[in-house]
């Protein structure tokens, strides 16, 4: 691949209608950002909105999941008006701010930062004082990754998630869900807590039965860039079991790259191409789908 086959994807053909990135991780300044993709050149945080309104992405959550990028997001959705905020401690941080060192069965070890050196509790308590801002619409992303987390590290990320849902219900926030390998145990504790009245599935990637439940409990599904990749017929086939006043969209940027451009550096900008195979797939007009999109996406995190 050449070095221009590794840069940021062209702008895609711009949307009939405007639609929200409902998950994207933009640069706040920390030290590690998880807005700025390793390997990349830079394109600033103005380009990147610039480009996304001109396709037609209008507004976007920007998600701040680390102690390093919580306060970055909230002050960058106080001065953009077309962001807002969401707030978590993420799975796959939480058994490092409780002291695991374990591991992981990805064969990674932790990967530990000065920020852990902070207590989970104390991390959790900043999401919490941080997320009564009113330009904080979720708490997230949170939940379970069992890819990454061994044993250890799953019981600390159940009782992260579990502090999460009740922090989600307290202030009556939306709550963005991280999933990864482990479908049956987020659903498990979803429903022994109770989930909150909005919970969204970020970056389903369940199968036909996780799509199912959610309809049934009216939980949202978020869908990300991997619809588009060829050998995942399993999540298109998931994807066209969920009611469209379900469906959500967003990048996950900078990862996920959506089809033809997967491993290049994701942005905003870039989600016409998911929004047009989510039309694709449930046989729905484009115009139409952007219109449901983000009436949904208004009903979980409400106007900006």
């Known amino acids: 691949m050449s070095p221009r086959e590794r840069g940021w994807p062209p702008l895609p053909e711009a949307l009939p209608a405007a639609v929200v990135d409902n998950h994207t991780h933009l640069p706040v300044g920390a030290e590690e950002d998880p807005g700025v993709r390793e390997g990349s050149a830079p394109l600033t945080l ?47 941080e939480a058994p490092l701010h409780a002291g695991i060192r374990e591991v ?46 061994g044993e250890q590290a799953r019981q600390v990320q159940r009782t992260a998630f579990r502090q999460h849902v009740a922090l989600a219900k307290e202030l009556g926030l939306a709550l963005q869900i991280h999933d990864r390998e482990a479908h049956e145990d987020v659903v ?18 369940g199968d036909v039965g996780l799509a199912r439940a959610c309809a049934e409990h009216g939980w949202y ?48 900008y870039v989600l016409p191409l998911t929004v047009r195979r989510l039309a694709e797939e449930t046989g729905t007009d484009l115009a139409e789908m952007c219109h449901r999109l983000t009436a949904n996406t208004e009903a979980v995190y409400g106007t900006w």
């Open 46 to 92: 103005a380009e990147q909105l610039e480009r996304a309104a001109s396709v037609g992405v209008t507004r976007m959550v920007q998600v701040g999941c680390d102690l390093d990028t919580l306060a970055g997001s909230v002050a960058l959705a106080e001065e953009h008006p077309e962001v807002v905020a969401a707030l978590a401690i993420h799975p796959n």
């Open 104 to 149: 992981a069965p990805d064969g990674l070890d932790p990967a530990v930062a000065p920020r852990h050196e902070t207590s989970l509790d104390d991390a959790v308590a900043r999401v919490a004082e941080l997320a009564r801002h009113e330009r904080v619409r979720a708490i997230g992303e949170t939940g379970l990754d069992f890819f990454r987390g």
């Open 221 to 268: 599904v978020s869908v990300a860039g991997p619809v588009t990749f060829k050998a995942n017929d399993t999540l298109r086939a998931a994807v066209r079991e969920v009611p469209l006043e379900l469906l959500l969209v967003e990048t996950d940027a900078p990862y996920l790259t959506p089809a033809p451009y997967r491993g290049r550096p994701n942005a905003p």
């Open 188 to 205: 498990e504790i979803l429903l022994a807590d109770g989930a909150p009245e909005r919970t969204v599935f970020h970056c389903f990637s």
